[in-house]
């Protein structure tokens, strides 16, 4: 059931606003996660659906439109377009409806909050052991993810030697220019696919380097704090930075994405790859995983700070010093 809330989530943010896909999608997120509740989900898939499903209802914000679709629709009908009618229908249907847009996100936030404390308070291993299952389940979600994205750089790899070869090949042949073959796998587009490689390698892995902490600290002060104290740190800032800042890039992220496929954004060059959009929704991709680490470190803490002291080695993760060297598998 969580999954088919997280497919929902991911609809409600892409299909058009003012189409019904989007009532649709309201309904099948609240259901489902509703009935994930019921027949107990595991914790990591329920935690994931909750932050990603209440997400995307604030970003689709259904029954109302953003300033620019209000503006592009009152433009259409004001020029009498093509489709006039059609938007002069849509702002007759949201009018009445933008007054319950608030109260109606406000009630969708109840729920999942809700929803999140009957699943703590029934938990058959306690709230605090849920909360850790949920952490690791998150956090090897991120890892599964990262370490599958790594294998990109293989591609990548061929494909730098290839361009290189192709390019000295072209000093023995210049005629080789006008092969079909040539025109197909241009050193332009050859080019665009390594950096888009190397981006999609890059923004997958994020959550991973996260949840193994092998990413960059600043530990100038972090280091001299007691462990407590350090979990403190770890927890205000994943909450009140770290996911708020995922969820501005997945929303505008998500919105530029969208905008590349409306329009059908291409490479500026000539020869370059077409369909801009690919790699322009891995950024919110990317941020997903990010945000799922934040949720699961958040667990963590909240586990060390507030949960049992037989559950505090094993949540006892980002209390600790940060280590100068790294694990293999980091």
């Not at 329920?46 to 604030?58: H, K, R, T, Y």
């Not at 950024?283 to 060390?304: I, M, Q, R, T």
């Amino acid at each position: 059931m969580s999954l088919i809330t997280i497919a929902a989530s991911a609809v409600i943010v892409v299909v058009d606003p003012t189409s019904m896909w989007v009532f649709y999608a309201l309904g099948v997120i609240l259901v489902s996660h509703a009935l994930a509740w019921v027949l107990r989900a595991a914790p990591g898939w329920f935690a994931a659906a909750s932050l990603l499903g209440w997400s995307s209802v604030m970003i689709a914000t259904p029954l109302a439109l953003t300033q620019s679709q209000l503006n592009g629709l009152e433009r259409i009908v004001r020029r009498q377009r093509d489709g006039w009618e059609a938007a002069q229908a849509t702002l007759d249907f949201f009018a009445p409806l933008v007054p319950y847009a608030t109260p109606l996100l406000i009630v969708v936030t109840v729920f999942f909050v809700a929803l999140g404390v009957l699943a703590l308070r029934g938990a058959r291993q306690g709230a605090s052991a849920y909360m850790l299952e949920a952490a690791e389940q998150l956090a090897n979600a991120c890892i599964v993810v990262g370490k599958i994205a790594a294998f990109l750089f293989v591609p990548m790899m061929l494909i730098i030697l290839y361009d290189v070869f192709q390019r000295k090949y072209l000093g023995y042949n210049p005629d080789f220019t006008n092969t079909d073959w040539y025109k197909t796998f241009t050193s332009t587009r050859l080019q665009e696919m390594e950096w888009h490689l190397h981006a999609t390698l890059f923004l997958l892995t994020l959550g991973y380097g996260y949840v193994k902490d092998a990413h960059v600290r600043i530990e100038l002060v972090r280091d001299t704090l007691r462990p407590r104290a350090r979990a403190w740190v770890e927890l205000f800032g994943a909450l009140l930075f770290m996911v708020p800042y995922c969820y501005v890039v997945i929303e505008y992220g998500t919105e530029n994405a969208l905008r590349a496929f409306n329009i059908g954004e291409g490479s500026d060059a000539l020869t370059g790859l077409p369909h801009r959009f690919i790699i322009k929704g891995m950024l919110p991709v990317g941020f997903v995983f990010v945000a799922l680490a934040g949720l699961s470190a958040a667990l963590k803490c909240l586990v060390y700070l507030f949960g049992p002291s037989s559950l505090r080695a094993a949540s006892g993760q980002y209390a600790d010093v940060h280590p100068s060297t790294q694990p293999a598998d980091a």
